[in-house]
Protein backbone atom coordinates (compact mmCIF):
# COMPACT_ATOMS: atom_id res chain seq x y z
CA UNK A 1 0.00 0.00 0.00
CA UNK A 2 1.27 3.47 -1.20
CA UNK A 3 1.27 6.12 1.41
CA UNK A 4 1.92 9.88 0.61
CA UNK A 5 2.50 12.35 2.94
CA UNK A 6 3.04 16.42 1.87
CA UNK A 7 5.55 18.91 4.15
CA UNK A 8 6.13 22.48 3.11
CA UNK A 9 2.84 24.33 3.63
CA UNK A 10 2.80 27.57 5.69
CA UNK A 11 1.94 30.76 5.69
CA UNK A 12 3.30 33.48 3.36
CA UNK A 13 3.27 36.88 2.04
CA UNK A 14 2.32 37.23 -1.06
CA UNK A 15 5.35 37.46 -3.64
CA UNK A 16 6.59 34.66 -1.58
CA UNK A 17 7.55 31.46 -2.34
CA UNK A 18 7.00 27.32 -0.63
CA UNK A 19 8.60 24.32 -1.93
CA UNK A 20 6.37 21.28 -1.23
CA UNK A 21 7.41 17.89 -0.71
CA UNK A 22 5.77 14.85 -1.01
CA UNK A 23 7.55 11.74 0.16
CA UNK A 24 6.19 8.03 -0.40
CA UNK A 25 6.40 4.99 1.86
CA UNK A 26 5.33 1.60 1.37
CA UNK A 27 6.02 1.79 -2.27
CA UNK A 28 8.97 3.02 -4.47
CA UNK A 29 7.42 5.79 -6.92
CA UNK A 30 8.90 5.74 -10.10
CA UNK A 31 6.29 3.03 -10.92
CA UNK A 32 3.81 6.32 -10.73
CA UNK A 33 3.01 9.39 -12.16
CA UNK A 34 2.22 12.32 -9.77
CA UNK A 35 -0.24 15.21 -9.35
CA UNK A 36 -0.42 17.83 -6.88
CA UNK A 37 -3.54 19.30 -6.53
CA UNK A 38 -5.49 21.93 -4.51
CA UNK A 39 -8.88 22.82 -2.87
CA UNK A 40 -9.77 26.52 -1.22
CA UNK A 41 -12.56 26.44 0.63
CA UNK A 42 -16.28 26.56 -0.72
CA UNK A 43 -14.30 25.15 -4.12
CA UNK A 44 -13.55 22.37 -6.42
CA UNK A 45 -10.50 20.44 -5.93
CA UNK A 46 -8.20 21.16 -9.25
CA UNK A 47 -4.70 19.67 -10.63
CA UNK A 48 -2.33 22.39 -10.10
CA UNK A 49 0.96 20.38 -11.87
CA UNK A 50 1.83 17.20 -12.51
CA UNK A 51 4.23 15.07 -13.72
CA UNK A 52 5.28 11.76 -15.35
CA UNK A 53 6.85 8.81 -13.45
CA UNK A 54 10.28 9.44 -15.83
CA UNK A 55 9.69 13.38 -15.00
CA UNK A 56 9.92 14.25 -18.71
CA UNK A 57 5.98 15.58 -19.01
CA UNK A 58 4.79 17.79 -17.14
CA UNK A 59 1.35 19.63 -17.29
CA UNK A 60 0.21 23.00 -14.84
CA UNK A 61 -2.91 24.57 -14.62
CA UNK A 62 -2.77 27.90 -16.34
CA UNK A 63 -3.09 30.04 -13.89
CA UNK A 64 0.14 29.08 -12.38
CA UNK A 65 2.13 27.92 -14.88
CA UNK A 66 5.43 30.16 -14.79
CA UNK A 67 5.45 30.63 -11.17
CA UNK A 68 5.00 26.81 -10.18
CA UNK A 69 7.59 23.70 -10.88
CA UNK A 70 6.85 20.38 -10.31
CA UNK A 71 10.12 17.85 -9.76
CA UNK A 72 10.52 14.47 -8.42
CA UNK A 73 13.45 12.81 -7.26
CA UNK A 74 12.86 9.21 -7.74
CA UNK A 75 15.62 8.08 -5.41
CA UNK A 76 14.14 10.35 -2.61
CA UNK A 77 10.70 8.52 -3.17
CA UNK A 78 10.11 12.45 -3.36
CA UNK A 79 7.70 14.73 -5.39
CA UNK A 80 8.22 18.73 -5.13
CA UNK A 81 5.97 21.69 -6.41
CA UNK A 82 8.12 24.45 -5.61
CA UNK A 83 5.61 28.02 -5.54
CA UNK A 84 6.96 31.20 -6.25
CA UNK A 85 5.50 34.87 -6.39
CA UNK A 86 2.42 33.34 -4.51
CA UNK A 87 -1.11 35.44 -4.28
CA UNK A 88 -3.78 35.02 -1.83
CA UNK A 89 -5.64 32.65 -4.76
CA UNK A 90 -3.44 29.96 -4.16
CA UNK A 91 -4.30 29.73 -0.38
CA UNK A 92 -5.67 26.18 -0.29
CA UNK A 93 -5.03 22.66 1.46
CA UNK A 94 -2.55 21.19 -1.39
CA UNK A 95 -2.57 17.55 -1.81
CA UNK A 96 -0.44 15.00 -3.76
CA UNK A 97 -1.46 11.88 -5.60
CA UNK A 98 -0.02 9.02 -7.43
CA UNK A 99 -1.48 7.63 -10.61
CA UNK A 100 -0.52 4.00 -11.72
CA UNK A 101 -2.10 4.04 -15.23
CA UNK A 102 -0.82 5.84 -18.21
CA UNK A 103 -2.95 8.12 -19.43
CA UNK A 104 -2.95 11.04 -22.18
CA UNK A 105 -0.66 14.11 -21.63
CA UNK A 106 -4.42 16.28 -21.74
CA UNK A 107 -5.43 14.01 -18.95
CA UNK A 108 -2.81 14.08 -16.60
CA UNK A 109 -3.90 15.97 -14.09
CA UNK A 110 -7.61 14.57 -14.04
CA UNK A 111 -8.03 13.36 -10.23
CA UNK A 112 -10.31 10.68 -10.89
CA UNK A 113 -7.25 8.77 -12.55
CA UNK A 114 -5.38 8.92 -9.19
CA UNK A 115 -5.16 5.85 -7.10
CA UNK A 116 -3.52 7.37 -3.68
CA UNK A 117 -3.62 10.37 -1.81
CA UNK A 118 -2.16 12.46 0.41
CA UNK A 119 -3.67 13.78 3.56
CA UNK A 120 -2.99 17.27 2.61
CA UNK A 121 -1.26 20.55 4.22
CA UNK A 122 -2.19 23.89 4.43
CA UNK A 123 -0.93 26.66 2.18
CA UNK A 124 -1.88 30.60 3.22
CA UNK A 125 -1.21 33.28 1.07
CA UNK A 126 -1.97 36.84 3.24
CA UNK A 127 -0.35 40.13 4.18
Known amino acids: QLQLVESGGGLVQPGGSLRLSCTAS????????MGWFRQAPGKEREGVSCISRNGISTKYIDSVKGRFTVSRDNAKNTVYLQMNNLKPEDTAVYFCAARRRSTLVQDMCVDTLYDYWGQGTQVTVSS
Open 26 to 33: GLTLDGYS
